[in-house]
């Protein structure tokens, strides 16, 4: 493993960090047969509740337990105090953007983004121009994907604002912890993220539509073979609001409407987590069958709020990432409290040229890939995958980005041999409304392989509980 940055140890001799020191006084108490105890009930109630997530086209079967380490991720307050002002920045101007983009497209007449960037990003609706939406929100919860390199600096790796999962690990993994080792809760100040469906929904509550006093809020979901079904129905329970698939909605007299035992009941309020292309087979996907018909002409009459708004990924596409901080600079004038990763964009020429010359020491990603699928990591790459990954850049240079390798900070982890450094990286998620709140602290993700840098769950990851530390 590459020299990096351990979240929990500093210096060849291992000095405990104090942030670490109560908790590494803990684990030197524990008899192993009882940590080995606790990993298994956790694994068993875990599969037991029905907390795993689907794999497509894995022939093992399409159900696996996400593996969830018992070592938490502990970040002292004010380093969370930064983090935290440097999310909400750039979130604020993200949601900006989208809104330029869709109406005055300021930015592009400043020079500063390409127009063909937006105008032919896959991401980018042009059904949305024009169309005011509620508050002048677009991203109303954001996954934004932090993680920790060379000495300790934090960079943003991804912004994801389309329908970013994950945040029901984030609270089981915290009610894991409280229910196996409760005695720790009581060494430490850990600040709570349990009231997350509250002020999830009271966020979504916020952007109703005009006249909604006492508004009606979904979840719709794809169904049940959705990668993230659980998390859809978990958050629909947590919030008290239905869980929907479109064929549970209609469109009518200019509003969508709710089939309920009880009759129709008006939806003000759709936290979507499907896709653009099928919402409504009207306007986008004709063979949707998981869509509402009409639903876009009701969104376009201000008369429902979608969450997150249709056309919103055209902001966290990765060929749109390198300039945020040239978007909160523009917006907010401010600098960026947070770190961009370098990035070189393939379809400049000079760019694609210092990428091929440098394959074996890049990590180079799909511009509108997601899950740790289609991306080479060049230090990790054999001579074929480079080869081959080469000859894709040539054929479409446009479609990709490369970045440095980045030697992703490390928390202890168990693994079969004991207890190892493992490289992991903190997904925040923060919701905007009337306001920008998050709960302290977010969904730790740990590659468990020996080496690795992809955490991702499609891609072998697991998940820690992540501590933030009250002052």
Known sequence: MRDFYNEMTVGADGTIRDHYRAFDSWLRMQPPERIERKRAEADLTFRRVGITFAVYGDGAGTERLIPFDTIPRIIPAHEWTALQAGLAQRVKALNMFVHDIYHGQDIIRAGIIPAQQIYQNAQYRPEMQGISVASSIYAHI?????????????YVLEDNLRVPSGVSYMLEDRKMMMRLFPELFARHRIAPVEHY?????????????????????????????????????????????ELVEGKDLYVDANAVWMRTIRGP??????????????????????????????????????????????????????????????????????????????????RRPDELSYTLANLEQLVVKEVHGAGGYGMLIGPAA??????????????????????????????????????????????????????????????????????????????GGGTKDTWILEE
């Open 142 to 154: 954001a996954g934004v994907d932090i993680v920790r390199a060379g000495q300790g600096e934090f």
């Open 197 to 241: 469906p509250d002020m999830l929904l009271e966020n979504l509550r916020s952007v109703a539509p005009t006249g909604a006093s006492d508004p009606t809020v979904v979840v719709m979901t794809p169904g049940m073979y959705n990668s993230a079904y659980f998390e859809h129905a978990f958050l629909a329970q947590q919030m008290g609001v």
């Open 265 to 346: 009941k008006r939806v003000d309020v759709i936290y979507r987590r499907l896709d653009d292309d099928f919402l409504d087979p009207l306007a986008f996907r004709s063979d949707s069958t998981l869509g509402v018909p009409g639903l876009l002409s009701v969104y376009r009459a201000g008369r429902v709020t979608l969450a997150n708004a249709i056309g919103t990924g055209v902001a966290d596409d990765k060929s749109i990432y390198p300039y945020v901080p040239d978007m909160i600079r523009f917006y907010l004038a401010e600098e960026p409290l947070l770190n961009n990763v370098p990035t070189w964009q393939c």
């Open 382 to 459: 054999s001579r074929q995958q480079i080869e081959d990954f080469r000859a894709r850049l040539k054929a479409r240079p446009d479609g990709y980005i490369a970045q440095p390798t980045l030697s992703l900070s490390a928390c202890p982890t168990y693994v079969e041999s004991g207890i190892a450094p493992r490289h992991i990286d903190l997904r925040p998620f923060v919701l905007s409304g009337r306001t920008i709140s998050m709960v302290p602290g977010g969904l730790t993700r740990v590659a468990l392989q020996e080496g690795s840098l992809v955490v991702n769950s499609s891609q």
